[in-house]
């Protein structure tokens, strides 16, 4: 369950910290860039996005022409939904490296987000085109074509991203949905079994799972499924 109360307390917690970095700006030597980046790399793997996002600027401010920050930057922007920002830094990466399939994905997926589907088709497609063992980029140009209720084309996406890695759980589950979709419960339940078999213990895996059983009139199987990712009654 999603506690609100500690939510905020976390969140207080990083407002306190980026203000006391700011506050002390002027009591220590100016970092550079490079020190920047690396706090900014230390603070995201503590999952400190503000702090992380603030020291990533502050080596872009001393120094626009950094890339791999506005790259970073931009996908921290993504990770905490803050979509038109990171399209703004995507595109800013791309004047200045227009070949960069991470930069196109980016795009693309912050689109899918907030529903503009043709314009991520368009970006999802160049980052394939850019980088086509991008398992997650024809992943996430399936979850468009989903969207569009345009099924097979899902599904050869989503073949597409199983072909370069095999095993993923969430690309399995979502070639197993659009089957669903279009209808084929029997072969939606070989790929959701299939990332059950592959380590997944997403609810949304074992839910998927239970109704395509309850579509194919295997009760017992798909109360069992049902059963992990909830209680009896």
Known sequence: KFD??????????????QAALESTETKAPEMT????????????????????GLHYTKALNA???????????????????????AVTQFQDLLTREPKSPAAHQG???????????????????QAITLDPSSWVSHNLLGLVYDQQQRYSDAIIAYKSALAIRPRE???????????ALSGDHETAIHFFEQAVR?????PKVH???????????????????????????
Do not use: C, W
């Open 207 to 233: 839910n998927n799972l239970g109704v395509a059983y309850v579509h194919r009139k295997r009760y017992v199987d798909a109360l069992e499924s049902f059963k992990k990712v909830m209680d009896e009654p």
């Open 107 to 125: 795009i693309g997926q912050a689109y899918l987000h907030q529903g503009k589907l043709r314009e991520a088709e368009t970006a999802l497609n």
């Open 33 to 52: 860039p490079e020190e920047h980046e690396r706090a900014g790399d230390d603070e995201a793997q503590r999952r400190n996005f503000p702090l992380a």
């Open 4 to 17: 609100m109360s500690e939510y905020r307390k976390v969140m207080e917690r990083q407002k306190n910290e």
């Open 63 to 85: 120094d626009p022409a950094r890339k791999t920050v506005r790259l970073k930057l931009a996908q921290l922007m993504l990770q905490q939904g803050m979509f038109d920002a």
């Open 169 to 179: 759980p969430n690309v399995l589950n979502n070639l197993g949905l659009a089957y």
């Open 198 to 202: 592959a380590g997944s213990n997403s």
